[in-house]
């Protein structure tokens, strides 16, 4: 951090989390709620319903409730998301103070996410021309979403490119 006034130490030397600001908080928020939705298929209403205590870490499963209040069973390709979730609440307890939330994933000012929220901040980071598939998309997915010119979200392997795609890093 720039010009950091002194006897304030290094973040990252420290056990403290580091402070984001707020855009930096969108960033992180829209690189998580991506991969999510990439990951497991959820819609952006599902995903802002999901609380944290529906995550079940062993299993690397998440509940969901659909239309009509019906519960399903997703799970997690890989056992880094769940990992990577957990960190970020743990995060979010330090920034926010938000002991006996339940949502998955807060805003800038500490409230539960909503799904225009979501979307506002997911479109920031699309590449030009994907906003317009991704707000008009019936049950929008990224795992959906190819913009001419720019990479796949998946390689012929597997992997997964979600990251680079959407160009922010966790």
């Given at each position: ?19 984001l ?24 209403g599902e995903?802002v ?12 499963q998440?509940r ?55 979307r ?25 979403l ?13 992997r ?11």
């Amino acid at each position: 951090v720039a010009n950091k006034p002194e006897g304030i130490s290094n973040p990252q030397n420290d056990e403290q989390p580091p402070y984001l600001h707020r855009s930096e908080w969108d960033r992180l928020t829209a690189r998580m709620a991506i991969e999510v939705l990439f990951l497991t298929g959820l819609r952006v209403g599902e995903l802002v319903k999901v609380k944290h205590s529906d995550i079940d870490q062993n299993l690397r499963q998440v509940r969901v409730l659909g239309k009509g209040s019906r519960e399903r069973h997703v799970s997690f390709p890989d056992a880094i998301t769940p990992k990577r979730l957990h960190a970020y609440r743990t995060l979010a307890q330090s920034r926010f103070a938000i002991a006996g939330q339940e949502a998955l994933f807060f805003n800038g000012l500490g409230r539960p996410s909503n799904e225009q929220y979501i979307r506002r901040i997911i479109r920031a980071r699309l590449p030009d021309g994907a906003a317009g598939s991704f707000a008009h998309s019936p049950g929008p997915t990224l795992g959906s979403l190819t913009v001419p010119g720019q990479p796949a979200l998946s390689e012929p392997d597997g992997r997964h490119r979600a990251e680079s795609a959407v160009g922010c890093r966790l």
